[in-house]
């Protein structure tokens, strides 16, 4: 894990233009008001829970490494419950890319970063057993829901 690489992106994204469409970007996907980088990408996982485990326990520390250096910067962040989120799509149009984002994490550390207009969250998408983990930054123009 690259974390000064990790977050030269996050800066970089907090700055760069949002495309008109949706579509594959060089580090992820990007649309209308939202950039999302994958940070870090895990192996298919196995049918072995124990070596799953030791997956997500790493990708945790990961993301808490990239965590504390944003904290350094903008502030403690509570944790932002994606759950919650994610149960609320069944009755109500949740913004993109939170919606998205819901269904793949537990939860998010978030901050709002002053004078950019923009709002960053570092997740760990490791909600599905059988699909890979992945840490994720998402750079958007939209609040939380």
């Known amino acids: 894990m690259n974390l000064a690489r990790h977050i030269a992106l996050i800066d970089e994204l907090c700055f760069r233009p949002f ?4 579509g594959p970007s ?11 980088a994958v940070l870090e990408s895990g192996d298919r996982p196995d049918a072995d829970p124990a070596g799953w485990a030791v997956t997500v326990d790493q990708f945790e520390k ?4 990239v965590y504390e250096l944003l904290a350094s910067r903008w502030g403690d962040s509570d944790p932002y419950n994606l759950r919650t989120v994610e149960l609320r799509t069944e009755r109500e149009e949740i ?5 998205w984002l819901s269904h793949l994490a537990d939860l998010a550390w978030l901050w709002e970063v002053r004078g950019t207009g923009r709002w960053v969250a570092v997740a760990l998408a490791d ?3 059988a ?3 992945q840490l994720l930054a ?8």
């Open 19 to 22: 495309p008109a469409e949706h």
């Open 26 to 36: 060089d580090v992820g996907f990007s649309g209308p008001g939202h950039h999302v």
């Open 127 to 129: 909600r599905d057993a």
């Open 138 to 145: 998402v750079v958007t123009e939209t609040a939380p829901p």
């Open 62 to 65: 990961g993301r808490d490494a």
């Open 95 to 99: 913004p993109e890319p939170w919606a």
């Open 131 to 133: 699909d890979m983990v």
